[in-house]
């Protein structure tokens, strides 16, 4: 059974603070992941994708691919209070399936 | 572009009755997946469709079903209602549902069951 793994939280960072998401999957041959952000009783938003090992960065948010650790995980700097929500990891497996996390409730404190 | 449109907004069924859902992908967007959300839950994937064919299915029961028009417009329909169907339908689109394409999600259809 292929899985992505995220810590369900929530995760409480100080306003100004960088705020840290992890998350681990278990398909070797996965290729592709991406990173959506999901307000209360909203839709998921897509935030970042990356395809390749190492950082890759977009305004405040960096997102960050170690393939051999199986992880990706993304770092919002500065955070603010709008930034409060759940953070969702996807994972496009090796069979073009995408395989999603449970969700990470980031909590900014101002 | 027009993003992902989902018809309607809410609804609110009695058990036993059965519903249809509507979602109109991004233009040119041929790729339409949808999603359970329960409170506490994570997305639970229903089914993906592509050009008219069901591509992929999770584990629901037959109940739920769907199809895609020729237009790429998409529909699902759950039938005989249970009360814990009551959930946040969403439908996301892409251009091909494989490889570097993320999935792009209306604003989703909230369904509550009595």
């Known amino acids: 059974q292929k899985e992505v793994e995220q810590n369900s939280g929530p995760l409480s960072v100080p306003e100004g603070a960088i705020a840290s998401l992890n998350c681990t999957y278990s398909?070797?041959?996965?290729?592709?992941f991406f990173w959506y952000r999901q307000y209360s009783g909203k839709s998921p938003e897509l935030i970042m994708s990356i395809y390749s090992n190492g950082d890759k960065e977009d305004g405040r948010f960096t997102a960050q691919l170690n393939k051999a650790s199986q992880y990706v995980s993304l770092l919002i700097r500065d955070s603010q209070p709008s930034d409060s929500a759940t953070y969702l990891c996807a994972v496009m497996d090796s069979n073009y399936q995408l395989i999603w996390g449970a969700g990470t409730k980031l909590i900014i404190k101002p | 572009k027009a993003g992902v449109t989902q018809t309607p907004r809410y609804l609110i069924k009695t058990r036993g009755q059965q519903v249809t859902l509507s979602c109109s992908p991004i233009?040119?967007?041929?790729?339409v997946s949808w999603y359970q959300q329960t409170p506490g839950q994570g997305l639970q994937f229903l089914f993906e469709?592509?050009?008219?064919?069901?591509?992929n299915k999770g584990n629901f029961p037959g109940r739920f079903s769907g199809r895609q028009f020729s237009n790429s417009r998409s529909e699902m329909n759950v039938s005989t209602l249970e009360l814990g169907d009551s959930a946040l339908y969403l439908c996301?689109?892409?251009?091909?549902?494989?490889?570097?394409?993320?999935?792009?999600f209306g604003n989703g259809t909230r369904l509550t069951v009595t």
């Open positions: 398909d070797r041959g996965s290729q592709s």
């Open positions: 469709y592509f050009s008219e064919t069901q591509r």
């Open positions: 233009s040119g967007h041929r790729s």
């Open positions: 996301a689109s892409s251009p091909d549902g494989e490889g570097n394409s993320p999935l792009h």
